[in-house]
């Protein structure tokens, strides 16, 4: 387990009186309180959705449903590959199943998202104005990139058009202000179809302070790390596709974010009826 992750572990006040001494007990739930009062918001994150054909709505809506659950969110990422053939019904269930949430979604194009005519243009119509973006909540700052190119899946290159937003939007950026970055393609060394300027890219924002980066496409639960920073890509969470590496588990990460610029995740789940696998 890494050190930044927080695992959620709920004893009831007369379970921790009885486990450990009464001083003991004391100074442990002073010490939850402090870190309950640190967390300024927590947020979820989910990639590789791969809707296909109205026979996923139901999925969708019971995954949201078991979102939902979870207390106070205060947004979601989708990073990337909504739709499993990029078509114009496929991303607008998406937007209505996780418009349930009641929260903000902010999304990023994947591959799949530009199958149709081998752009992001469908995929603008039903989320606009994000491909390159950033956006500010509390005291964080997050950026969201598109990776893709075209329709391609390996042997990628992120554009320059995204490198060039990036070098023209990161003089405005605060360099102190804790940093997440989300997008579609794996930017860690070393990953399955990593793009092959992915380390360009991460030196451009290496003056940051880049507390994280969410990411998805190879359908794995990897953690890595750029110096001190986590890059991570996820599990996919899909009714139509399977892990790239054959593990079972599919899901989302649930992060919370704290006043003095630590992140912590736990990946979460989610198990409904047996999917189609095509």
């Given at each position: 387990m890494p050190a930044d992750t927080i695992r959620d572990a709920r004893f009831s006040r007369r379970q921790l009186l009885r486990a450990v001494p009464l001083g003991a007990a004391a100074w442990w739930m002073q010490g939850a309180r402090v870190l309950t009062q640190s967390v300024a918001f927590r947020f979820i994150v989910v990639n590789d959705l791969h809707h296909a054909t109205p026979e996923c709505d139901p999925f969708f809506r019971a995954l949201v449903a078991q979102m939902s659950s979870h207390g106070v969110i205060d947004f979601c990422l989708i990073v990337g590959d909504l739709a499993d053939a990029g078509r114009p019904e496929s991303f607008a269930a998406v937007r209505d199943a996780f418009a349930a949430?009641?929260?903000?979604?902010?999304?990023?194009?994947?591959?799949?998202?530009?199958?149709?005519?081998?752009t992001t243009r469908?995929?603008?119509?039903?989320?606009?104005?994000?491909?390159?973006?950033?956006?500010?909540?509390?005291?964080?700052?997050?950026?969201?990139?598109?990776?893709?190119?075209?329709?391609?899946?390996q042997n990628t290159r992120i554009g320059d058009t995204t490198l060039g937003w990036l070098d023209a939007t990161l003089p405005a950026l605060d360099r102190a202000r804790p940093t997440v970055l989300f997008t579609h393609f794996p930017l860690a060394s070393g990953v399955n179809l990593v793009p092959v300027n992915a380390a360009d890219l991460l030196s451009r924002v290496s003056a940051l302070n880049l507390r994280g980066a969410f990411t998805g496409h190879y359908h794995a639960r990897i953690e890595k790390r750029d110096g001190n920073t986590p890059l991570l890509t996820n599990a996919c969470c899909s009714r139509m596709r399977d892990?790239?590496?054959?593990?079972?588990?599919?899901?989302?990460?649930?992060?919370?974010?704290?006043?003095d610029g630590r992140l912590s995740w736990e990946f979460v789940e989610f198990k409904p009826a047996r999917r189609a696998t095509v």
């Open positions: 949430l009641r929260v903000p979604i902010y999304t990023v194009p994947g591959n799949h998202d530009n199958d149709v005519e081998k469908i995929y603008s119509e039903f989320f606009p104005g994000r491909l390159n973006y950033t956006f500010r909540h509390k005291e964080w700052q997050f950026i969201g990139l598109d990776s893709t190119e075209a329709e391609k899946y892990n790239h590496d054959g593990s079972l588990d599919e899901g989302y990460l649930l992060c919370s974010a704290t006043n």
